[in-house]
């Protein structure tokens, strides 16, 4: 299969939109990372992204929208029906990265949903995200546009990387504002529950509810020290569900998280770069401070482009875990396997 590229012209969104409404797949820039878009509403389309992105089946997809009337279709009850939460949600963060999970009306089929009853739904804030939606005319199932387990793209060069004569099309949009996925919340409860973070985060949700938000267990650490400082505390985590995938955002290089004060960074880099170059291996380095926003923005693209440099192993430095911290640093550590040096 030739995959087209299109630019970001209201004629090539338009051409986008008519190739997903008739079954094609199309990647597409959002705010967060790039997507895989197809009609949610075809089963055959929907399986085709599971294929072309070698994708477990049972992982369901987000269905994303353009306009909060679409939710109608999708949801069980409607919009004027969702739960009160669900809607000061909506209304506050839409559009935006934040993906909520909501019961499911029964026309969304199950492949989409990954046989859940219940069904992920976002309204991206990029333009051109929307204006695809719009001209699509349907509810446009998008996982992120990557190959599974290798890290999410940012950019369509990325996208080309993993899907260049897989899918029928890619809008060569600008990089990714965000850089990592949407934060996804279950609204099913009776309290929001955060499945994955992001820049969107658990605080800023709480100010808006007005009410607490917990995480969903698999996604707390294990704190031993009791001290503010939570540096130097990442080689205590323990994933809490035994069933959790380990290998996420993984690039080629073999990636280690390195925690501790800028000493004990400095000494670790230097000790296990000297010893990977011994072995023969060509070693990186990712510090990003800690500016989260920063982290977030660069992190899977500097992943695939020090793959592309050829770098056999790459030592991230971990990032203090507050606010958007805590979603960077998940990324992180699942694209290190949860290898954490001391
Ligand atoms: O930022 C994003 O969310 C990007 C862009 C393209 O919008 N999309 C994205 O999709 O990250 P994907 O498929 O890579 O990740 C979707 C996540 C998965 O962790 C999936 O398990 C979860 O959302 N998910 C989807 N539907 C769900 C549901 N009904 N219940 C629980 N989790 C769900
Ligand atoms: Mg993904």
């Known amino acids: 299969m030739k995959t087209l590229r299109l630019s ?12 997903i409404r008739s079954g094609g797949l199309v990647a597409f820039p959002t705010e967060t990372v790039y997507g895989l878009g197809a009609n949610a509403l ?8 599971y294929e072309a992105k070698g994708r477990p089946s049972d992982n369901p997809m987000i269905v994303h929208i353009a306009d909060i009337a679409d939710l109608d279709g999708l949801v069980e009850g409607g919009a004027f029906r969702m739960p009160p939460y669900a809607k000061i949600l909506a209304k506050q963060m839409w559009p935006g990265p ?20 219940t069904v992920a739904i976002r309204m991206p804030m990029n333009e051109t995200a929307r204006k695809l939606i719009a001209e699509a005319g349907v509810p446009v199932a998008a996982p992120s546009a990557n190959t599974s387990g290798r890290p999410s793209p940012t950019t369509a060069y990325d996208v080309l990387e993993d899907m260049d004569g897989r899918i029928d099309a890619v809008i060569m949009g600008d990089q990714c504002d965000v850089g990592i996925e949407s934060t996804v919340i279950d609204m099913t409860g009776d309290e929001p529950i955060i499945l994955r973070p992001g820049i969107v985060t658990k605080e800023w949700i709480e100010k808006v509810l007005r009410t607490e938000v917990s995480y969903d267990n698999s996604l707390l650490i294990n704190i031993e020290d009791e001290s503010e400082d939570m540096s130097g505390t990442y080689t205590d985590f323990k994933p809490r569900s035994p069933g959790m995938k380990y290998k996420h955002y993984a690039p080629k290089a073999k990636v280690r998280l390195i925690a501790g004060d ?3 960074f400095a000494e670790k880099v230097m000790e296990l770069g000297v010893e990977a170059m011994r072995e023969g291996l060509k070693p990186a380095i990712l510090e990003y401070g800690n500016d989260a926003n920063k982290a977030a923005h660069k992190l899977f693209a500097d992943l695939r482009e020090l793959d592309r440099q050829g770098y056999d192993i790459i030592f ?10 805590f979603g960077v640093m998940n990324r992180m550590l699942k694209s290190a396997g949860y290898d954490i040096v001391k």
Do not use: Y
């Open 316 to 325: 991230i430095r971990a990032i203090d875990t507050k606010g958007a911290g």
């Open 98 to 117: 934040l993906t909520m999970v909501l019961r499911k009306n029964p026309s969304v089929p199950g492949v989409t949903t990954g046989g859940l009853d």
């Open 42 to 49: 075809d089963e055959e389309a929907v399986r085709s992204v």
């Open 262 to 264: 800028n000493e004990t």
């Open 8 to 19: 970001t012209s209201e004629i090539d969104i338009a051409r986008a939109g008519d190739i």
